[in-house]
T-cell receptor, first 114, second 112 residues
């Protein structure tokens, strides 16, 4: 099976712009979670989607949003980018609602905000 | 913010030795505790999990120990190999949702 894929892998944006990141989960996985990884804050949970519904949300401002499509693919959007949004954004999918904590991560999208 | 702490940022071991990576967690209501490994340029990779009603679980070359009395979690890697070099994160989860709370990570360096 193909792993979790994320596009684009690298992105450079200017402060104030918006960005959309895409994630394709492993085939058959219906749960998708997003994380932000920075050297200072580590890995922080953004949100989780299951069957097109947001099931959990982390402590991020409303500028961060996401959605999931009927084919389980997910996107996250960050509006009005700030310098502090520079990070590696990781998407993870899970095969089972019984073990939602067993997540398979993609390689991430490296976002740089200048 | 929320976090599961790790005791040491870096651990250096000799190839063939056993490694022990420690983690302190804060939420006594967590149901599951999980270890992930992240190699350079990759996303984290699931290693092993342990449920809160257990105190020990073994996998292939890895053992996870859970001490709920002192809220401590550890990952033991037997016969550490160069391929084990990575950053190791502990994470906690409750209610079996997709929300993981990660610790800060320990970098394991394996010396040949």
């Amino acid at each position: 099976k193909a792993g979790v894929t994320q596009t684009p892998r690298y992105l450079i944006k200017t402060r104030g712009q918006q960005v959309t990141l895409s994630c394709s989960p492993i085939s058959g996985h219906r749960s998708v979670s997003w994380y932000q990884q920075t050297p200072g804050q580590g890995l922080q949970f953004l949100f989780e989607y299951f069957s097109e519904t947001q099931r959990n949300k982390g402590n991020f401002p409303g500028r961060f949003s996401g959605r999931q499509f009927s084919n389980s693919r997910s996107e996250m959007n960050v509006s009005t980018l700030e310098l502090g949004d520079s990070a590696l954004y990781l998407c993870a999918s899970s095969p089972s609602t019984v073990r939602s904590y067993e997540q398979y991560f993609g390689p991430g999208t490296r976002l740089t905000v200048t | 913010g929320e976090s599961v702490g790790l005791h040491l940022p870096t651990l250096s071991v000799q190839e063939g030795d056993n490694s022990i990576i420690n983690c302190a967690y804060s939420n006594s209501a967590s149901d599951y505790f999980i270890w992930y490994k992240q190699e350079s340029g990759k996303g984290p990779q699931f290693i092993i999990d342990i449920r809160s009603n257990m105190d020990k679980r073994q996998g292939q070359r890895v053992t996870v120990l859970l001490n709920k009395t002192v809220k401590h979690l550890s990952l033991q890697i037997a016969a550490t190999q160069p391929g084990d070099s990575a950053v190791y994160f502990c994470a906690e989860n409750w209610s079996n949702t997709g929300k993981l709370i990660f610790g800060q990570g320990t970098t394991l360096q394996v010396k040949p």
